[in-house]
């Protein structure tokens, strides 16, 4: 069945640093691809999406690409804060509904 | 270890007919509760969620309402749905450890209201 890895945290990076976390998935079809973002307290928030082969998301700085080649999605940032401290979920949608979440990846930046 | 179930997995409905979905937590108590909804052709939508028995909130309003009647017990309702009501449905817990915060997810269920 379908299915979303993504790297195991926690992350530790220092502010101003280079952040990615990788994802990869499995799907028969051609799902969309998201990456999720859960703040300390809050619920989940969509944070950005793509939905074919080659398209970039981006949202606040983060970006990610669909690459069907390698069945990839990951998240990058070129300079991260201390208000990205969060825990970030890939997932992927087939057959427009259904979702399927990857484990979660916590990151921490440090000051 | 924590599990999280919900039923049913799949769920035809008329519009206008009553809906009542369930999700159950194992291996935890007092856990964050979440409502989840997926739409098709969108990103995933917070409707409820719950820190305690008895305490709901509504982050969007809709003809939905959700209640906790059990520590471990989350249950999304509705009177009458509508035809946009269809989607997939999510359920999660939060764990607080400490300093650090982890999220599960249920297996879903898929609503599709005719």
């Known amino acids: 069945g379908d299915s979303v890895t993504q790297m195991e945290g926690p992350v530790t990076l220092s502010e101003e640093a280079f952040l990615t976390i990788n994802c990869t998935y499995t799907a028969t079809g051609y799902p969309s691809l998201f990456w999720y973002v859960q703040y300390p307290g809050e619920g989940l928030q969509l944070l950005l999406k793509a939905t074919k082969a080659d398209d970039k998301g981006s949202n606040k700085g983060f970006e990610a690409t669909y690459r069907k080649e390698t069945t990839s999605f990951h998240l990058e940032k070129g300079s991260v804060q201390v208000s990205d401290s969060a825990v970030y979920f890939c997932?992927?949608?087939?057959?427009?509904?259904?979702?399927?979440f990857g484990k979660g990846t916590r990151l921490h930046i440090l000051p | 270890s924590q599990t999280i179930h919900q039923w049913p997995a799949t769920l035809v409905q008329p519009v206008g007919s009553p809906l009542s979905l369930e999700c159950t937590v194992e291996g935890t108590s007092n856990p964050n509760l979440y409502w989840y909804r997926q739409a098709a052709g969108r990103g995933l939508q917070l409707l409820f969620y719950s820190v305690g028995i008895g305490q709901i909130s509504s982050e969007v309003p809709q003809n939905l309402s959700a209640s906790r009647p059990q520590d471990r017990q989350f249950i999304l309702s509705s009177k009458k749905l509508l035809l946009s009501d269809s989607g997939f449905y999510l359920c999660?817990?939060?764990?607080?450890?400490?300093?650090?915060?982890?999220?599960?997810f249920g297996p879903g269920t898929r609503l599709l209201v005719l």
């Open positions: 999660a817990f939060t764990l607080q450890l400490g300093a650090q915060e982890t999220q599960y």
């Open positions: 997932a992927l949608s087939d057959r427009g509904d259904k979702i399927i």
